[in-house]
């Protein structure tokens, strides 16, 4: 990630779909500030909130990649200057395992009518609903329908398979590298993002969920270590500098033959303000680990959540987060994402996710302990990456790393 | 001076910085010396998650959740950790274990050359590192490139000096994080920078796959970003070069380099201080660039590391023990510059 790459991507883009513009409903006076990740659809949703906005009611989307860091400061402090936030599945772990989250279920039952809230929509942790979930996501495999066809190439299936394409397309001139991946981006995130899909695809684990030490480090997780390694020989020598923005302008812009991306950047690929790859761009789904294994992915989904701590209106925030999800507004911006709403049409540019899931490929993993472990590897499998020591001496730092973390977090002993 | 006269002059800046500059300072130390944490226990939790077309996923799982008090609340556990963050910060424990380790490995080539490599593949010290060094190769660069832009602009005409200052101040004008995303720009794959060299025939270069062009790129932006400083500063201190010393001295048959050896520099040096103090502490706190570039794994910087903790770990306490040695960095940096200038100001009375 760079949130600054984000911010000039975006503001150069500035191709927001259009909305059309709906009487809100909320008469209510006051003030509501949302603070979310910075992404396109995210964007979307935070002007359908706006619209909202009367002299009597401001309302306030902070879009930002640093949204993680600054929820976590807001949501511990004695009052959040937010009133909501968008979360993802991995965001969520930390903030409800330390109950600073408000349950919406009297709220979810008060405007399930008005709203058409779904069950589906409903994240909850036992009881409680935590989120209220409006897309899906899932990283998958990106590439160039002409020239896996003018080497005869099939999709790869495995990652042995991808492999052996990428030698092949070594030798293709109109691109320069065959295979591109987020390895780069501040504090190692995507990087670990993507030791962690392997990980799991290979039959690994994070830590141990009885005792919540690591287990990162073991066979499976030198394995898929090991294969990123390989896979880097295919990409930009500069790769550990590219986050996913980079990728997605490297595949638009012919630099790269087949990538991993996340789903909701597949429609990109078709924009020809973007992109010069027009309708030459496919969807597959992640290829697998090991032969018939499930594909080496975890699926994410997105939601706006409340805080406990909160200094506004509760029943306010949630009526401007879920005025943005009405079904109209899925409707109007179908391909902007894969919603998470009955009258949702799937496209080819979710069919990869969609199929992903069918395919077994796990949730990411929820729990705070992952989110350690993701920081801590982040932190280290960059050296292996960059050729400055052995696969397991970054794997072995990085469990050092989520060790020293996870204690100070109390989440454990020794 | 009154005594009280003098109290009264100087209360209101001494109560800002007590505000501003003690209080946070104290509130550091404060919080590197404890550690702080939701209490949790292991529960199984359903957690129900959606996956598409109105479908979900039902998972139980063993979830740590927090232990709630009587009236509800989540119980969070603060406690006196004395130097435990400090001591996880600067990894201590790993960094004995690293010598020990080097030692037994024999003859004093390896000896040092393992153990180079195993020190700085400690967070602390690897960050610590590449700051010194960007400190210490930045600092004579933007002096020297700072006197060289100083002349050279006092030396053309009066009517081109004005345009020509504000040429050479926008580095500074810049927001870094700006100016550190426009360089990186310029040297990425297929960026303006690498395709010239590509056309020029020199093949494909890549200024981001390894340490020594990655910090050579990062200590270039950090001369080019402050150089400007040291030109305006030094370009003022010209200004009130007396013309008497310089007319004797050339009467005296001094060339220009003489001129500048013994007349210019010994009258800008207390500026030449000023500005090296300035710029110890502002390259020691280099931020930036390390952020946007991503380059942490080729070169870090400490106050990175205080970013990365509170973003990535989500614990104050040793972002706050990071602070504490930053700023002890910059401390321990400044006490040789400021010793000279202490001497100096004595030898002037």
């Not at chain 1, 950047?265 to 090991?290: H, R, T």
């Not at chain 2, 130097?83 to 010598?99: H, P, Q, S």
Request: aromatic content about 10%; overall charge negative; some cysteine.
């Amino acid at each position: 990630m760079n949130r600054f790459k984000t911010l000039a991507a975006a503001a150069a883009v500035a191709t927001a779909p259009s909305v059309a513009s709906a009487d809100c409903g909320i008469s209510d006076a006051g003030e509501v500030n949302i603070l979310t990740n910075f992404f396109d659809t995210l964007e979307l949703l935070a002007n359908v909130m706006e619209e909202c906005e009367t002299d009597d009611l401001k309302i306030d989307v902070k879009l930002t990649t640093t949204h993680k860091e600054e929820r976590e400061r807001a949501f511990e402090a004695s009052t959040s200057p937010y009133d909501g936030s968008a979360v993802a599945n991995s965001s969520i772990t930390l903030l409800q395992a330390k109950g600073q989250l408000m349950p919406l279920n009297n709220l979810v039952e008060k405007y399930r009518d008005r709203f058409q809230i779904e069950d589906q929509m409903l994240i909850r942790f036992g009881d409680d609903i935590s989120a209220i979930a409006f897309m899906a996501n899932a990283q998958h495999f990106f590439y160039r329908t002409d020239l896996f066809e003018k080497h005869s190439l099939e999709v790869p299936t495995t990652y042995d398979e991808l492999l052996a394409a990428a030698e092949i397309l070594k030798s293709e001139e109109s691109v320069t590298y065959p295979f591109g991946a987020a390895f780069g981006g501040s504090g190692g995130w995507e990087v670990a993002n993507e030791f962690v899909n392997l990980l799991l695809a290979n039959g690994g684990q994070l830590f141990d969920p009885a005792t919540s030490d690591p287990v990162f480090d073991g066979p499976e997780g030198l394995e898929a270590l090991e294969l990123m390694g390989k896979l880097s020989e295919y990409m930009s020598p500069n790769a550990l500098a590219l986050d996913f923005l980079d990728v997605k302008r490297q595949l638009q812009q012919s630099e790269v033959a087949m990538a991993i991306l996340w789903g909701n950047e597949a429609n990109g690929m078709d924009d020809p303000n973007e992109s010069i790859v027009v309708d030459k761009v496919a969807f597959a789904p992640a290829p697998a680990m090991v032969e018939g294994g499930p594909p080496a992915t975890t699926f994410w989904w997105d939601g706006y959540v409340i805080p406990k701590n909160l200094d506004g209106d509760p029943d306010l925030a949630f009526r401007v987060m879920m005025h943005a999800l009405r079904p109209e507004v899925v409707a109007e911006n179908n391909d902007a994402a894969l919603w998470i709403r009955s009258n949702y049409v799937s496209t080819k540019y979710s069919e990869a996710v969609v199929d992903s899931v069918m395919a077994n490929a796990p949730p990411y993993p929820m729990n705070p302990q992952s989110a350690l472990a993701h920081g801590a590897l982040g932190n280290n499998i960059g050296d292996f990456l960059a050729g400055k020591e052995s696969a397991a001496q970054s794997l072995a730092d990085a469990s050092a790393d989520y060790r020293s973390a996870a204690m100070d977090a109390g989440l454990l002993s020794n | 001076m009154k005594t009280r006269s003098f109290l009264a002059f100087v209360a209101p800046s001494v109560v800002v910085m007590l505000l501003l500059i003690a209080v946070p300072l104290v509130g550091i130390v404060y919080l590197a010396f404890h550690q702080s944490y939701v209490k949790t226990e292991l529960v199984d939790v359903t957690v129900e998650v959606p996956t598409f077309g109105g479908q979900t996923r039902k998972d139980t799982r063993t979830i740590p959740q927090p232990v709630l008090s009587e009236d509800g609340e989540a119980i969070r556990v603060w406690e006196f950790v004395g130097g435990r963050n400090l001591a996880k910060a600067t990894d201590i424990d790993g960094l004995a274990e690293v010598v020990t380790e080097a030692r037994s490995k024999g003859g004093a080539k390896g000896f040092l050359s393992g153990l180079y490599r195993e020190v700085t593949n400690i967070d602390f010290w690897g960050a610590l590192e590449f700051t010194l060094l960007y400190t210490f190769l930045t600092t004579p660069a933007i002096l020297a490139i700072g006197l060289g832009l100083a002349l050279a602009v006092n030396s053309v005409t009066r009517r081109l000096r004005g345009t020509l200052v504000f040429a050479t101040l926008l580095p500074m004008i810049v927001t870094p994080i700006v100016s550190s995303l426009a360089v990186y720009w310029l040297f990425l794959d297929n960026s303006l920078v690498s395709t010239l060299i590509y056309n020029l025939g020199l093949g494909r270069f890549y200024f981001l796959a390894d340490q020594i062009t990655i910090r050579t790129l990062i200590i270039a932006y950090g001369i080019w970003f402050a150089a400007p400083f040291a030109f305006i500063i030094l370009y003022a201190g010209l200004q009130t070069l007396p013309r008497d010393p310089l007319e004797s001295a050339m009467i005296d048959g001094a060339n220009e380099w003489q001129r500048l050896r013994y007349v210019i520099i010994p009258h800008l040096a207390p500026l030449l201080t000023v500005i090296a103090l300035i710029h110890i502490m502002d390259a020691y706190r280099v931020f930036e660039p390390i952020l946007v570039f991503s380059s942490d794994v080729y070169a870090n910087s400490v106050q990175y590391l205080t970013y990365f903790v509170l973003a990535f770990e989500d614990n104050v306490h040793k972002a706050a023990a990071y602070s504490i040695l930053t700023v002890l960095g910059v401390v321990i940096l400044l006490i040789p510059v400021l010793r000279h200038s202490f001497r100096e100001q004595k030898a002037s009375r």
